[in-house]
Structure formats: C-alpha cells, structure tokens
C-alpha cells in the first residue's frame, strides 16, 4: 500500500507539474504574454510565430497524408446552377502592411543589439525576425539595411595600450589643470605685490609667491 500510494503520489505531482508548464506557456504566447515580455525587454514573438507555424504544420501533416483523392464527376444540372451563380469574390491575400513594418523593426533592434554585445542571442533573434519579414514582404533584408557583424574583441596587448593611452591623456589632462592652478595663485601674489602695503605682509606674499613659482617651474616648465 506504500509502494501504491508513492506511485500515486509522484504521478499526481507530475501531472500537477505539466499542468502548470503548459498554463505557463499558454500565458506566454498570449499577446498579454508576449507584451509582459516586451515590458522586460525580452522580445518574444519570433519565437510565438515559429511555435504556431511548427503546429500548424503538425496539424496538416497527418490529415493530408491519410486524405485520398475523389473523383467526381459533374452533373449537367449542377453545373448549369454553378454558371448562373456569381463569380465569387477574391480574397485579396497581400500581407499585412502593420506586421510587415512590424517584422522589420524587431529585424533592424535585433541586428543592432548583435552589433553592440555580438552574442548568439542576439544573432538568433535577429534571424528569425529578418527571415520573417523576407516571408512576409518577399523582399531580401539585405537590400534594406546592413546586417552587423560580430564585434571584433581586443586582443590582451591591445587593452594593455588602450588602457596606458587612457591613463596617459588622464595625467595629462590633471597636469594642465593644476598648472593653471598654479599660474592663478602666481598672478594673484603678483597682483598683490603690485598693490603694495604693509612690510611684512609684502614679505609673506613674496614668499609665497616664490613658493608658487618654484612648484610651477618644476611640474609645469620641466620637459
């Protein structure tokens, strides 16, 4: 009776597990589901469309295997009431514009992502969403923009000189900014020598001053 009821009870947690797999997917190519998706940056309908194209075809398959052909022949009456009535209406087939521009643009995100990360991801989406529009609108992707490549990674050596090139223009950058600095404080003591005053206070301001312009000369004129 353990035995049964450890069958039982793992067979009612797998069906409970199927259940909620296909209540989750169900959700997710919803148009609720695949909008929630685009709101966290996850654009999922080239795979909804590929789900429904694969079950479409798995739907047809079968049937049309096991279908055999009727021959039938027609009879005068019915086809002289098939002649009387109207010519049916022609369904017109042309593609929706709003997909096709739709397609597109998921193409053209997608194909910008692989130039920037260069991730199979992101080449996989793109992929899916250009062979879509090509289906769609029957022109070749090509012709419309340039699809991107994978970004070419830096070698070690040339990291190691973008970084010293990097760090070089920061020091260079913080040695102009400090001898401006030190070219301010020189002009402000020699404003304040030329002004005059008291003695001592001249003498302090000569001091500092020369204190300035030997520190100047050193970082600033020095090769």
Known sequence: MRFLGRVAAVFVAN???????????????????QAFMR???YDISPLVSAYHQSRIQEWKGPRAGRMTPIEITPNTNQSA????????KIVDKTPDRHAIQ????????WNDEY??????RSRGFRDAACSRYESLSGNDIGTILSLARAPQRKT??????????SQKNSNDRQR???CERLKEEIEYYDAKLRAGGDGSYMT????ERRKVSNKYSWECLRG
């Open 176 to 178: 102009e900014a400090n």
């Open 204 to 207: 302090y301001w000569r001091g």
């Open 81 to 88: 009431l098939a002649k009387s009535k109207p010519a049916p």
């Open 115 to 120: 130039r920037k990360d260069g991730t199979d």
């Open 156 to 165: 070690t050596s040339q990291k190691i000189s973008s970084n010293r090139t």
């Open 15 to 33: 069906l409970i597990t199927l259940v909620f797999i296909a209540i989750v997917v169900a959700m997710l190519i919803s148009d609720q589901g």
């Open 39 to 41: 709101h966290l940056g």
């Open 102 to 109: 739709t397609t597109l643009n998921t193409c053209r995100f």
